[in-house]
């Protein structure tokens, strides 16, 4: 918000003046009731004792002083026991409307990030089945996330971590080599543990069509072409579905790769060489106790294997080797007793508690007519996101997966998705911006032409509380997108839209736009009307979601 680096550079030279420094925990924000003003600040506390004066006193000082600082000020109020309460001038917020023409898509962007480098790895689900409900929560999150970042100013680049070398692949290739042999007609024993999805069929029944001889390989050959296809196919699979949900990822990377260009070795050799190593029993151990974690964990086993976390390691050692600052990691919630021990990694490596953070994604409770969808990706009861991008659209979708904070469970109801009614949450944000559109488009078959750029002369007629409320909420768009991606916190947007969307329904409820009583305000609230359309379609941008002109 524009008003509080005016309102924070006001008051700093006053704080510089009287010989003090601007304290760390000064907040300023909007008082919580409307009628105390625009914005509130607690500088005149958190000075006081310093300053030896009485909190109020220092506070009356400041107060006093801001509207002669700042022309931009209309008024400063002391309240309670030393917070203060400043009025804009209506002028500083009609501003609001140029400052959204000029910027047009770019508008709302924050320089916080200064270009720190940061890799986002989000969905990296094993490619043992088609994505279901679930992976599609953390693929919204995480590409709104980027995008989000992006827009505060950090240089951003994602990731797909492909787990294809684990047991879980050995699985899935003997999966589709005993379905191969069930297909031929021959005796197979199911072990306890296999893929039973209708996928696993499909596949093998296209490998016989291609190669009839299949079945009679050597069973280590034939299980592993079963591997190597399935996995393929499956990949390409999830591929596809990300792309149809607008989700974007600019590497990926194969777990395959961390053995076999030594990465695992090097990861080693760092942990070795910082301390935090030993042996014990035949295997090879990271003293992670010492940094955090509830107990100390085996990297390779007795037997000369890996564990995932060794892999793990290497993986978050080379994001840092290729010059990432900040790593970004969006989990499923289920793994939340993992984050200590990789945050005992990462400071073993030698780098700082903020160079790396995670994003927990909870359950997603699919309901289906009143009844909740099982989903299960062994047993093949899972609804597959590709599924529900087509049952109710990847608007929807990606709307209500960030509608919630992201490690809270959430109720995905399609046929409320589906609806198109206000109770929609991506209805009546979507519906907002073609209700402008279709406004705008009335005005210039009247012959109403906007200038591209509005002078303050044009938009005096904005001059109505509800004028106010709108111009204040889209001019705290840049504070907002700076707040939600220093906490990682994507539905803060989603939010954002929620309200302004709501604020421009009862606005064009209560106020005649295109008759209103002089061509003057008509054309005042047609450019407001206007600025907050591109508003809402940078906020629709973050979230991945479109922002169609007619509905």
């Known amino acids: 918000m524009r008003a509080v680096e005016v309102l924070r550079s006001a008051l700093m030279s006053m704080v510089e003046e009287m010989g003090l420094s601007w304290p760390v925990k000064a907040v300023i924000e909007p008082p919580r009731d409307a009628r105390h003003g625009d914005l509130a600040v607690n500088v005149a506390m958190l000075l006081a004792k310093e300053a030896g004066k009485n909190p109020r006193e220092l ?17 400063a109020e002391v309240a309670g026991p030393g917070f203060i309460n400043v009025t804009f001038s209506p002028d500083f917020w009609r501003q609001t409307v140029a400052d959204i023409e000029a910027a047009g898509a770019d508008y709302g962007r924050s320089p916080v990030g200064a270009g720190r480098r940061t890799l986002v790895e989000y969905v990296s689900a094993n490619p043992t089945g088609p994505l279901h409900v679930g992976h599609g929560r953390g693929a919204a999150v995480g590409d709104s996330l980027a995008r989000l970042l992006r827009r505060a100013g950090f240089a951003v680049d994602t ?8 047991l879980q692949m050995r699985l899935l290739g003997l999966s589709v080599w005993l379905r ?24 093998a029944r296209e490998m016989l069509a291609e190669d009839d001889s ?20 499956i990949l390409n699979g999830i591929k596809q579905d990300l792309a149809d949900f607008r989700v974007e990822h600019q590497h990926w990377f194969s777990e395959k790769t961390l053995v076999e260009g030594g990465k695992v070795a090097e990861a080693f050799a760092a942990l070795d060489e910082a301390g935090y190593t030993y042996h014990k029993d035949d295997a090879y151990w990271f003293a992670t106790e010492k940094l955090g974690d509830d107990k100390d ?3 390779r086993k007795s037997d000369g294997t890996l564990t995932y976390f060794a892999s793990d390691i290497a993986y978050h050692h080379d994001k840092f080797r290729r010059g990432y600052q900040w790593l970004i990691d969006i989990w499923g919630a289920d793994h939340h007793g993992y984050v200590p021990r990789m945050r005992a990694a990462i400071a073993a490596m030698g780098q700082p508690r903020e160079s790396f953070d995670v994003v927990l994604i909870q359950l997603v409770n699919l309901l289906q007519n009143g009844q909740p969808v ?10 597959t996101l590709a599924d529900v991008i087509k049952e109710v659209g990847a608007d929807a979708a990606r709307f209500m997966f960030l509608s919630r904070k992201s490690d809270s469970p959430l109720d995905f109801d399609l046929e409320l998705a589906k609806q198109r009614s206000l109770d929609n949450p991506v209805y009546y944000v979507q519906y907002a911006h073609a209700r402008i559109c279709a406004v705008l488009r009335r005005a210039e078959e009247r012959g109403m032409t906007l200038p591209e750029c509005c002078d303050l002369a044009l938009l005096g007629a904005l001059d109505t509380p509800e004028d106010m409320a709108l111009l204040r909420k889209a001019a705290g768009m840049e504070d907002m997108i700076a707040n939600a991606a ?4 994507v539905h803060h947007v989603s939010h954002y839209l929620m309200d302004l969307a709501g604020m421009l329904h009862s606005y064009y409820a209560k106020h005649q736009v295109l008759d209103a009583a002089d061509s003057g305000r008509s054309l005042a609230r047609l450019a407001l009307l206007r600025a907050v359309g591109q508003v809402l379609r940078n906020g629709l941008d973050i979230l991945g979601v479109s922002a169609p002109e007619t509905m």
Do not use: H
Request: aromatic share 10%; hydrophobic share 35%; with cysteine.
């Open 486 to 489: 220093l906490t990682l916190s």
């Open 59 to 75: 506070a009356q000082a400041f107060a006093a002083g801001l509207p002669e600082r700042c022309a931009d000020i209309l008024k």
């Open 297 to 299: 964990r085996v990297l």
């Open 159 to 166: 990731e797909y971590y492909i787990n294809d070398a684990g």
């Open 180 to 203: 191969v042999q069930e297909l031929k007609g021959r005796p197979v024993e199911w072990p306890e543990s296999y893929y039973r999805g209708e996928y696993i069929i499909d596949i």
């Open 214 to 233: 299949l079945a009679d390989l050597p069973e280590a050959e034939g299980k592993e072409r079963c591997y190597e296809r399935a996995m393929r196919d």
């Open 374 to 383: 099982s989903m299960s990706t062994r047993a093949g009861t899972f609804e």
